[in-house]
């Protein structure tokens, strides 16, 4: 069974475009994450969603609307995609008060040519 | 939010040798959490410190976390060539469980046979 699953695992797509990237995980967690990792690696925080509220917004575009018809889900939509949005993002999820840390999906590679 | 330095960058090392990678933060760290990457792939979790002065132990890698809690460090002994990838320390503002990491950028680490 796995905790934390995206799809698709790689996208390739034309400037300009619109695409989605949707994440569920099955392991009742209440908060969800979106993270992008660059092509130096770096991992860094883009939104989180808890009950259905955005409780975390950095900096990113508003291209990027993350989207959360549930507790279990949390959708990455981006419009007009650019060239520098080529990354590897990753959905993850954690429980509010526990010790059990956060779980990782295994990334979205997606390619904007 | 705050800012991790990890050292090193990368690191090659000869199978069968230990080696030790640092984590550090000018503020003090509420839950210190280790992954490892795999190049291509998702992150692995690890270990998760909380309290001064904590060390956790899995297999041949220790974790630990200092008195002050602005530094931690992970230590291999005997590396294997699984032990290879990219290894990132992350950790929250404050204490939850839920407020997403902060990621250091990783060390990149070969083991060469």
């Known amino acids: 069974d796995t905790a934390v699953s995206q799809t698709p695992k790689y996208l390739v797509t034309q400037m300009g475009n619109d695409k989605s990237i949707k994440c569920e995980q099955n392991l009742g967690h209440d908060t969800m994450y979106w993270y992008k990792q660059d092509s130096k690696k770096f991992l860094k925080i883009m939104f989180s969603y808890n009950n259905k509220e955005l409780i975390i917004n950095e900096t990113v575009p508003n291209r990027f609307s993350p989207k959360s018809p549930d507790k279990a889900h949390l959708n990455l939509h981006i419009n007009s995609l650019e060239l520098g949005d080529s990354a590897v993002y990753f959905c993850a999820s954690s429980m509010r008060g526990s010790n059990y840390g956060y779980t990782f999906g295994s990334g979205t590679r997606l390619t904007v040519v | 939010s705050q800012e991790l330095e990890q050292s090193p960058q990368s690191l090659i090392v000869q199978e069968g040798k230990n080696l030790t990678i640092n984590c550090t933060s000018s503020k003090t760290l509420y839950g210190l959490y280790w992954y490892k990457q795999k190049y291509g792939e998702g992150l692995i979790f690890l270990m998760m410190l909380q309290k001064g002065g904590e060390e956790k132990s899995h297999e041949k890698i220790t974790a630990k976390l200092d008195e002050k809690k602005q530094q931690s460090s992970l230590h291999i002994t005997a590396s294997q060539p699984s032990h290879a990838g990219i290894y990132l320390c992350?950790?929250?503002?404050?204490?939850?469980?839920?407020?997403?990491?902060?990621f250091g950028k990783g060390t990149h680490l070969i083991i060469q046979p």
């Open positions: 992350g950790a929250e503002d404050s204490g939850g469980g839920a407020d997403g990491l902060t």
